[in-house]
């Protein structure tokens, strides 16, 4: 009996060896640049990219930490979903 668990887990590990898995990734980066093209940060690869920044009303500033997320493994919708720390924004309040 052990012979074929072992042969049904190396099955699994196989199909998962050669399966390309793609799903949202949520990073944490740095913005390096603001252009009018948008927002220049650095991806995982360490390669900078201008992105948008998909929150609104946010003003985002140089060297500030956000979130970004890559779609599907897709780098050419990268986009900011979320900013670490405080923005510093006037409209939040202080307790």
Known sequence: MP????EILKTIKYAI???AVN???TYESVIKDITPKGYVILDRTGSERTV???IPGVSLRMMQRVW???????LKDLHICGVVGN???SKSRRR
Not at 3 to 6: E, F, H, L, R, T
Not at 68 to 74: C, D, H, I, S, T
Request: glycine share 4%.
């Open 87 to 89: 923005t510093n924004n």
């Open 52 to 54: 948008q920044c998909c």
């Open 23 to 25: 799903c949202d990734i």
């Open 17 to 19: 060896d050669r399966k």
């Open 3 to 6: 012979n074929i668990a072992d």
């Open 68 to 74: 970004v997320k890559e779609p599907m493994g897709n």
